[in-house]
């Protein structure tokens, strides 16, 4: 970790869908989830609330993966700590660079 600096995320939602697991050529699962966050909104005109919900993409590692997989489905609550993660990759059909900000996690409770 760099002096002076933090990376954490925190996050306690419920999954989208069942967790995702797939296994790298060493046989390491990793396990990619979908978790929605709520809050309340801001008022509308007639003094409405409505939630806004934020969906967050996670992945997991090892035996934290397997746990997932093993425990977790679509609409478990979840609580996940880990840090913020961009990647870069090119898109197949257009060949332009693309991002994706993802949640690498290294502690889950269900």
């Not at 609330?49 to 609409?75: I, M, P, Q």
Request: glycine share 10%.
């Amino acid at each position: 970790m760099a002096k002076g600096t933090v990376n954490k995320v925190i996050i306690l939602g419920r999954l989208g869908q069942d967790p995702d697991i797939k296994s790298t050529a060493g046989d390491m699962k990793i396990c990619n989830l979908s978790v929605a966050t709520n809050e309340i909104g801001k008022k509308d005109q007639a003094g409405n609330r409505e939630d806004v919900t934020e969906w967050h993409r996670c992945v997991l590692f090892g035996k934290t993966a397997e746990n997932a997989g093993r425990y977790l489905s679509k609409g478990s609550q979840v609580y996940l700590e880990g840090r913020l993660q961009t990647r870069k990759w090119q898109d197949k059909e257009t060949g332009q660079d693309r991002y994706s900000t993802e949640i690498v996690c290294h502690e889950m409770q269900f």
